[in-house]
């Protein structure tokens, strides 16, 4: 069976994020999304609230598997047995960054990075910018799935 994993904060997931996912989900016989749980960076969402949404929002392509993770990503590789992880890329400014982290992965343990090209819809979609917009009020429908959408703005205006 050929497996991928698909790492990330998902702070919260965004129409950027599942765009990949379902990509990879079409390319793979099963997608399996690791949440990582921040030690230091603080996050809006809790691990498991990051979990709940990203399974949610997945079920309907029904080979994707959501998980928790902390440490190193090739660990989770290991432990689960997966060669391959998939990454997003949105712009030149994600690939200095993405090829490092790429490089020394694939140099530790022998596990391949494939890169996805983003779909210009999403391009300038980040956790943090959603985030931003939805504390001043904007509008983000149509960039996070709806359940998303909903508790970015319960979340916000509990301040
Ligand atoms: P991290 O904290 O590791 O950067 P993110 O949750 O921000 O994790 O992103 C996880 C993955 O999703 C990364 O591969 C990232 O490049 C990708 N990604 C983030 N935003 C988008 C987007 N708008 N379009 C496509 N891929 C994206």
Known sequence: MRRVVCPGSFDPVTNGHLDIISRASR????????????????????????????TAVT???????????????????????????????????????????????????GVETMFMATNPLYAFLSSSLMKEVVKYGGDISGLVPELVHTRLVERMSQG
Do not use: W
């Open 27 to 54: 390319l793979y016989d099963e997608v399996v999304v690791a949440v990582l749980i921040n030690v230091s960076k603080t996050s809006l969402f809790t691990v498991d609230e990051r979990v709940d949404m990203m």
């Open 59 to 109: 079920k309907e392509y029904g080979n994707v598997k959501v998980d928790k993770f902390h440490g190193l990503t090739v660990d989770y590789c290991k432990e689960h047995d997966i060669p391959v992880i998939v990454r997003g890329l949105r712009a030149v400014s994600d690939f200095d960054y993405e090829l490092q982290i790429a490089q020394m992965n694939h140099r530790m343990s």
